[in-house]
């Protein structure tokens, strides 16, 4: 059977000599969205961490459409497609949003720079409103619509976003998830790992929930939500 069109498989690793994941598979089909959720210090952000190449790998592999990047530094993974948001100091705070952006594209050799700048604007109005705003003057919303829109600079084929909705008002999570939604549907793939657990699975066509660096739970996202362990340990009731 094929891979998946991004697989992080039977990772094993974490950091020095200490396993953090333990046998861990995250994937993600092309055009879909999978979410990793589970309780504080399950290996969430870390699981992530690995599929981007910030940690080495004890055991299992990496592969993006059908190559092996488990090798790869996350500097040649950006080259390859793969576009990653962290959940803090993910923006240039001095520079303006538009400035933001024209550092996202440093990779690009192309002409059509410009066009894509325009793409982010109509996908975050407020984004060109602001354009010549230092991006450390904006609220928590709008900090993450220009870190998500610097990522999506390098005309990613798969984005990565950790706890993208922390720190931010209802509101703007349920914005944050349209905008999400409307990214996935231009094809590209979206891994994120979230802590507004049953917000992200509703959204999520596919939903890992790991416990202590290790699949406990994988279905889709309404299949999660609708099972009553996972509601009961993990989502509340």
Same mark, same amino acid.
């Given at each position: !059977?094929?891979?998946p069109?991004?697989?992080?498989?039977?990772m094993t690793g974490?950091?020095? =000599?200490?396993?953090?994941?333990?046998?861990? +598979?995250?994937?993600?089909?092309?055009? #879909?969205?999978?979410?990793?959720?589970?309780?504080?210090g399950?290996?969430?952000? +870390?699981? !992530?961490? %690995?599929?981007?190449?910030?940690?080495?790998?004890r055991g299992?592999?990496?592969?993006l459409?059908g190559?092996?990047i488990?090798?790869?530094? =996350?500097?040649a993974?950006?080259?390859?497609?793969?576009?990653?948001?962290p &959940?803090?100091?993910?923006?240039?705070t001095s520079m +303006?949003?538009?400035?933001n952006?024209? !550092?996202? %594209?440093f990779?690009?050799?192309?002409d059509?720079?410009?066009?894509?700048?325009?793409q982010?604007? +109509?996908?975050?109005?407020i984004?060109? #409103?602001?354009?010549n705003?230092? %991006?450390?003057?904006?609220?928590?919303?709008?900090r &993450? #619509?220009?870190?998500v829109?610097?990522?999506?600079?390098?005309? =990613?084929?798969?984005?990565?976003?950790?706890? =993208?909705?922390?720190?931010?008002?209802?509101?703007? !999570?349920?914005e944050l998830?349209?905008?999400?939604?409307e990214i996935?549907?231009t094809?590209?793939?979206?891994?994120?790992v979230e802590q507004n657990?049953? &917000?992200?699975?509703?959204i999520?066509?596919?939903?890992?929930v790991?416990? #202590?660096?290790a699949?406990r739970?994988?279905?889709?996202g309404?299949?999660l939500m %609708?099972?009553?362990e996972?509601?009961r340990s993990?989502l509340?009731?």
């Amino acid at each position: !059977m094929a891979d998946p069109f991004l697989i992080g498989d039977g990772m094993t690793g974490g950091y020095g =000599p200490v396993d953090i994941l333990h046998n861990c +598979t995250i994937s993600v089909e092309k055009g #879909q969205i999978a979410v990793i959720v589970g309780p504080n210090g399950a290996g969430k952000s +870390t699981a !992530m961490k %690995a599929v981007f190449g910030m940690l080495n790998l004890r055991g299992g592999a990496v592969r993006l459409n059908g190559e092996d990047i488990t090798r790869l530094t =996350p500097q040649a993974r950006v080259r390859k497609g793969m576009g990653f948001v962290p &959940q803090t100091h993910n923006i240039f705070t001095s520079m +303006t949003v538009e400035e933001n952006l024209e !550092m996202g %594209a440093f990779i690009r050799t192309d002409d059509t720079i410009r066009d894509t700048i325009e793409q982010i604007y +109509t996908l975050f109005p407020i984004l060109k #409103q602001k354009r010549n705003q230092a %991006a450390g003057e904006l609220s928590g919303g709008q900090r &993450q #619509q220009v870190a998500v829109g610097r990522a999506l600079m390098t005309q =990613p084929s798969v984005l990565m976003l950790d706890e =993208p909705t922390a720190g931010v008002s209802p509101i703007v !999570m349920d914005e944050l998830f349209d905008r999400i939604i409307e990214i996935a549907r231009t094809g590209i793939s979206i891994l994120m790992v979230e802590q507004n657990a049953r &917000q992200a699975l509703e959204i999520a066509d596919k939903g890992y929930v790991l416990v #202590q660096g290790a699949n406990r739970f994988t279905d889709t996202g309404k299949a999660l939500m %609708a099972d009553p362990e996972v509601r009961r340990s993990f989502l509340g009731g």
